[in-house]
C-alpha cells in the first residue's frame, strides 16, 4: 500500500508508545472509528474531560513536554478519584503544530505514559490535527460500584470537613516557575507539585468503599473557590478554621494561607465526614495527611475563622478562566 | 451564597440547555466532579473523541453557530453508526471568547441540543474555558450487543464494497460557502449536508443486528482516505468502478468525480459485505440509497476503474491535517 499519511503516521505512533493495552479492559483500541470498552458487572461509568490548552494550563517555554504529558492525564484521574473510582481508559484529543510532531511529542508521550502506568488507565483512542497552539483535551473513563459513588451533594451540618495533603504548593509552584529564566529543571522541587501532581485515586476508592464520606470533590481552583460549590451542591454551608489549614511549611505566614484558600491546581480531596465516622479517618492514609480543617453549617455561607479576627466570609479568590 | 462565578454561569446555562436529561442513561449529569452511566447488560461501551474548532473544521465568520452546534455532535455520532452503535450520552468539552457566551452560545445549544434529541443521546458533563478561538471537543459515548460491533478490520478478498448516500454533497458546500459574500443562509440547499449532515445511525445498527457488514467506517475524510483504511485494516485490496460511484446529480462530471472520490464530511457509510449476503441488502434503507461500488481484491492495492481508461491506483486526496 502506499506511505500512510502524515496523520495517520501520528497516530501510529502515539499508539505504538503505549504497546501495553492488552487488557481485558479494552476490547478495541486505536485504529478502528471508535473503542470499545467492556464494562464490568455491577459497576457505573465515570465520564469526565478536561481541558489542557497552551497559554491558559500551561506555557509552552516553560513547561517541560513530560510534565505537559503527566498532568494532563493526571488531573482527569483527580475528577476520577474525587468520585471514588476506578480509571479504567482515557481519550486524546491532540492539535499539535508540525515543529512539536518530534522530540517534543516523544517527551510528552513519554509523561503520559508515566501516568498511564501509575494510575492504571490505558489509551483507548482519540483524535489529532494540526493547529498553531498546542491544544489537548482528555476523557478519562473509570467505574465505581453501584451507589457506592462519591457526590458532592451529600453534606449535612454538623458533617466535618477534611482535606488531604498540604495546600497552595502548586500555586507557589506556578508563581517560582513565573519568576525563572532560561531552562526550566523539571527537577526543582519546587516545581514538583505543580507539575507532576498525585491526584488521590487511592484515597477516594477507600472512602468510596467504606461508605465514609458524605461529600467530595477534589481541589483544582482553590479551596475558595471548590468549597462553595461543595457546600451550594448539599445546599449547607461551612465554617473553616484558618488554623487548622495545612499551610506549606515554612513559607511567610499571609503568603501561605492565601496559597493555601487561593492556591489552584493542588488536585488533592475535599471531603466531608459524619460525625459517627469521624473515628474511621486516620491522620494518614498511604503517607498523605489527611486534615479537619471546619464543619458544615446549617446557614449557607461558606465563613473563615481566623484567630484573633472576627469570622469574615471567605471570598472566592480561585482559578476562573470567566472571570474579569 | 454569593454570586457564582462567571464559569459556573455558563455551566448553568449549559445544563439548562438540556433540561430533558431524566432518563436512566445518566446516573448522574452536569455539576459534579465527573458524570456517571449506568451500562446495560450484555453490551460493550463505545467510546469516541471529536475535534471541532474554529480555522480548523468551521469559520466563526461563516459557519452559523447553530450549525456548529449540530455538526459537532453530528460528527461524533457519525463514529457511533460506523460502529453500529446506539448512542447514549456526550461530553462537551467548549473554550469561548467572552464575545461569544451570549447569542452565539444560544445559537449554538439550539444546534447542539437538536442532534441531542435526534440521535437521543444526552449530554452529560464537559469542561469550559475561555479562549481567543472557539474550541469544541466532543466525547461521545455509544453501547452495541457483545461482538457485535462493525469493525473495519474483517472485509476479505470477493467481499462487494457499498456506500450510502450521495458523495462530494459536503465538499460541494463547503466550495460555495468559501465564494459567497456577505450573510450566510443556513437554508441554502446547496450547504444544507455541509452544515446539517446526517451519520447513518439507523443504517449502521441495522447492519450491526444482522451482521450483515463484513467491515465498516464512516467517510470523514474521502473515499480516497478512507477505503485505503478500511483495506490497512483489513489486509486487502479493493477496486471501485468510477461509473457506480454516486455522484451529484446535475454536477459537471469531472468535478462531481472529484467531489466524491475526495470529498470530506460527508459521513455516509462505507461497509464491505460477503457475496452470501447480498441479496439481504436492499436498494434503499429508509429513504438513504445503498452504492454497490466496487470488490474487495486480494492484491492489496485499492484501485479506481473508469471506463475508457486503464486502472489506476486511487491517490489519496482526501483532507489530512499534517499533510503539506
Chains 1, 2 share one sequence.
Not at 499508539?15 to 457505573?44: Q, T, V, W, Y
Not at 484521574?77 to 471514588?84: F, H, K, P, T, V
Not at 454551608?237 to 493542588?266: H, Q, W, Y
Amino acid at each position: 500500500m502506499r506511505t500512510p499519511s502524515n496523520e495517520d503516521t501520528l497516530l501510529k505512533r502515539i499508539a505504538r508508545a503505549f504497546p501495553a493495552s492488552r487488557s481485558r479492559a479494552i476490547a478495541l483500541g486505536i485504529g478502528d472509528d471508535a473503542a470499545l470498552l467492556a464494562p464490568r458487572p455491577g459497576r457505573e461509568t465515570i465520564l469526565t474531560c478536561d481541558w489542557f490548552l497552551e497559554g491558559t494550563h500551561f506555557l509552552r517555554d516553560k513547561h517541560p513536554a513530560r510534565a505537559v504529558g503527566w498532568k494532563c492525564l493526571a488531573r482527569a484521574m483527580s475528577d476520577i478519584a474525587a468520585m471514588g473510582g476506578t480509571p479504567r481508559c482515557f481519550l486524546l484529543s491532540l492539535a499539535l503544530p508540525p515543529s512539536h510532531t518530534g522530540p517534543w511529542l516523544t517527551e510528552f508521550l513519554d509523561g503520559l505514559r508515566r501516568a498511564s502506568r501509575v494510575y492504571r488507565c490505558e489509551l483507548a483512542g482519540g483524535d489529532t490535527t494540526r493547529r498553531s497552539e498546542i491544544l489537548i483535551s482528555i476523557t478519562a473513563v473509570g467505574d465505581v460500584a453501584k451507589r457506592r459513588a462519591l457526590l458532592r451533594s451529600g453534606a449535612r451540618p454538623g458533617d466535618r470537613i477534611f482535606v488531604s495533603g498540604t495546600l497552595g504548593e502548586a500555586e507557589r509552584g506556578l508563581r517560582h516557575l513565573r519568576k525563572m529564566r532560561g531552562a526550566v529543571k523539571s527537577s526543582d522541587p519546587l516545581l514538583r507539585k505543580h507539575f507532576y501532581p498525585e491526584p488521590r485515586v487511592a484515597l477516594g476508592q477507600w472512602l468510596a468503599g467504606g461508605r465514609l464520606a458524605t461529600a467530595t470533590m477534589d481541589l483544582s481552583d482553590g479551596l475558595s473557590s471548590d468549597l462553595p460549590r461543595l457546600c451550594a451542591a448539599s445546599a449547607v454551608g461551612a465554617r473553616v478554621d484558618a488554623v487548622l489549614l495545612p499551610l506549606i511549611p515554612g513559607a511567610k505566614k499571609g503568603e501561605a494561607m492565601s496559597l493555601a484558600l487561593d492556591g489552584g491546581d493542588d488536585y488533592e480531596l475535599l471531603f466531608t465526614v459524619a460525625p459517627k465516622n469521624l473515628h474511621r479517618i486516620p491522620d494518614k492514609f498511604h503517607k498523605v495527611c489527611l486534615h479537619n480543617i471546619g464543619v458544615i453549617t446549617r446557614e449557607k455561607e461558606v465563613r473563615l475563622h481566623s484567630e484573633g479576627e472576627s469570622i469574615r466570609s471567605l471570598r472566592r479568590g480561585g482559578w476562573d478562566p470567566f472571570r474579569n
